[in-house]
Structure formats: structure tokens, C-alpha cells
T-cell receptor, first 114, second 111 residues
Framework: DSGVTQTPKHLITATGQRVTLRCSPRSGDLSVYWYQQSLDQGLQFLIQYYNGEERAKGNILERFSAQQFPDLHSELNLSSLELGDSALYFC?????????????FGPGTRLTVL | GQQVMQIPQYQHVQEGEDFTTYCNSSTTLSNIQWYKQRPGGHPVFLIQLVKSGEVKKQKRLTFQFGEAKKNSSLHITATQTTDVGTYFCAGQGTSYDKVIFGPGTSLSVIP
């Protein structure tokens, strides 16, 4: 158990819909990262927050947005869903952002768009 | 932009054989991390390398960071079935850059 929790575990929805994925980092960790993992794309970095502020951005679509709240939990919002958005979404947390901060991954949310 | 590549994509070995995966970055890295993901699981941190030419060992696993800090390798001696999974390297340009994951090497071990 990494100490990172993600809800829900599974999500099945239809195209065009909007969903919210939730992540609670390990106690004491200030950074939260979101990744998308699909069979043909590997582990794709989406976005990172550090202590409530956006720190780094990866290949995140405009239809996706995220935020980190004062209690450090984070939410990833996916809207206008398409079939291709079906994937495993991981959240990870680390103590900070500088060298030496290993990332602890949550169990993931499996999103299926029908 | 920065790219991180890994070879091979897949590797099938007989139990007891050695295994090596290689990671190459298009730019110089400040550090490189290695993760392992078991089938159906989530990535788990294995190690981080920071210094040029650094070599670190964890039991049967040996990790190396190249002199130019642009490549790295993970070597497993005498593989076991518990080594099955996908091994990812992840590089960071500077300490404030985002971490870029390689595509991973999927290891299968035939008992």
C-alpha cells in the first residue's frame, strides 16, 4: 500500500459525458501528479501540482483539467469524453519537486468510455 | 522536447537467465528513476540515480547512470518469476522539469 488513494476504482460512462477522478496523496506529500496509461501509449504524464499550484504540464488535453485543493487532495476532470479516453488514470504523490523525490503511485482509476 | 526511449520493448527470458533494459534520453538528465509495474498493478519506485557514472545495486538488480547522464541501464541477474513486470525509466532534465517516463520494457520469465 503506497498511501495514495484514488476513487473511484472503476468508472464506466458514455461519450460526451464528464467525470471527476479524485486522489488523496500520502500524508505529508505536497506534490501530486496525474498520469494516463493506455495499452498503446504507455505512461503519459498529464499534469503536476505542488502545494496547490500547477507546477508542470504534460500532454494534457484542453478537455481535461485538474486542481489541487488546500487539503492537498487533487481532482482530475475529464469532459466531452471520447472513446480514446478509455485508460487507466494514475495519481502519484511525492514530498516535493526537486531531485530525490520518488513518486508513490495510487492504485489507479480505470475509465471506460462506451 | 525531451524524449526518453527504452529498449527492448519486450523481453522473454528463461528463469535463471540475466536481463538488461536500456534507457536513453535525448537530453542530459539531472536524475533518472526506475519503476517496476507488475501486471495489473501500479508503478512502484525502485531507485534514483543522480551522479554521472553512478552504479547502485539492490540484491540481484544493478542500476547504472551513464557518464554523460543521458543513458541508464537496469540489469537483473538470474531472473526469477517474481521479476515479471514492466520496467520504466523516468528522466528529469533539471530539478524543476517534469519527469518523463520511457515507454517501458515488459519482462516475461519462463519458469
Amino acid at each position: 500500500d503506497s498511501g495514495v488513494t484514488q476513487t473511484p476504482k472503476h468508472l464506466i460512462t458514455a461519450t460526451g459525458q464528464r467525470v471527476t477522478l479524485r486522489c488523496s496523496p500520502r500524508s505529508g506529500d505536497l506534490s501530486v501528479y496525474w498520469y494516463q496509461q493506455s495499452l498503446d501509449q504507455g505512461l503519459q504524464f498529464l499534469i503536476q501540482y505542488y502545494n496547490g499550484e500547477e507546477r508542470a504540464k504534460g500532454n494534457i488535453l484542453e478537455r481535461f483539467s485538474a486542481q489541487q485543493f488546500p487539503d492537498l487532495h487533487s481532482e482530475l476532470n475529464l469532459s466531452s469524453l471520447e472513446l480514446g479516453d478509455s485508460a487507466l488514470y494514475f495519481c502519484a504523490s511525492s514530498l516535493g519537486t526537486s531531485v530525490g523525490n520518488e513518486q508513490f503511485f495510487g492504485p489507479g482509476t480505470r475509465l471506460t468510455v462506451l | 522536447g525531451q524524449q526518453v526511449m527504452q529498449i527492448p520493448q519486450y523481453q522473454h527470458v528463461q528463469e535463471g537467465e540475466d536481463f538488461t533494459t536500456y534507457c536513453n534520453s535525448s537530453t542530459t538528465l539531472s536524475n533518472i528513476q526506475w519503476y517496476k509495474q507488475r501486471p495489473g498493478g501500479h508503478p512502484v519506485f525502485l531507485i534514483q540515480l543522480v551522479k554521472s557514472g553512478e552504479v547502485k545495486k539492490q540484491k540481484r538488480l544493478t542500476f547504472q547512470f551513464g557518464e554523460a547522464k543521458k543513458n541508464s541501464s537496469l540489469h537483473i541477474t538470474a531472473t526469477q518469476t517474481t521479476d515479471v513486470g514492466t520496467y520504466f525509466c523516468a528522466g528529469q532534465g533539471t530539478s524543476y522539469d517534469k519527469v518523463i517516463f520511457g515507454p517501458g520494457t515488459s519482462l516475461s520469465v519462463i519458469p
